[in-house]
């Protein structure tokens, strides 16, 4: 994980995490699941952050499974990044999708949800 100096340990796929993003994507994950509740399948933090290639300044992607999504869902999901954000100086991307939507053959196979699902468990 991550020293208290933001410095990066390579013991775990999210060894690019500092500890200003691990505490980030905690709030995050806690928020939206307080929010949401039993609706929250899955949390996967993937991209660069995930694979400790990112650089200063990269985004932090976390893929947010839902039972059943929706337009109004996602703002909610929105709106808890956006405050996590500008608590921690960071740039959390949520994508927001539906059970139905990893189950569709087509949309399961696409490069975007094959890596995304490969993330790592927030």
């Known amino acids: 994980m991550v020293a208290e100096t933001g410095e990066r340990d390579g013991d775990d796929r999210r060894s ?3 500890a200003s993003d691990a505490s980030a994507i905690a709030e995050f994950a806690a928020r939206v699941r307080s929010a949401l509740g039993s609706g929250v399948l899955d ?3 993937f ?3 995930a694979t400790g290639r990112d650089v200063p300044g990269s985004d932090i992607d976390i893929l947010v499974v839902l039972e059943e999504a929706s337009v109004g ?3 909610q999901v929105l ?3 956006f405050e996590v954000n500008l608590a921690h100086d960071v740039y959390i991307s949520p994508r927001v999708v539906g059970r139905a939507v990893l189950e569709d053959p ?3 196979i696409t490069p975007f949800l094959r890596a995304a699902t490969a993330g790592v468990p927030v």
Do not use: F, I, P
């Open 79 to 81: 709106a808890v990044a």
């Open 73 to 75: 869902v996602e703002d």
């Open 47 to 49: 991209g660069s952050k």
């Open 43 to 45: 949390m996967r933090l």
């Open 16 to 18: 690019g995490l500092t």
């Open 106 to 108: 087509v949309w399961k």
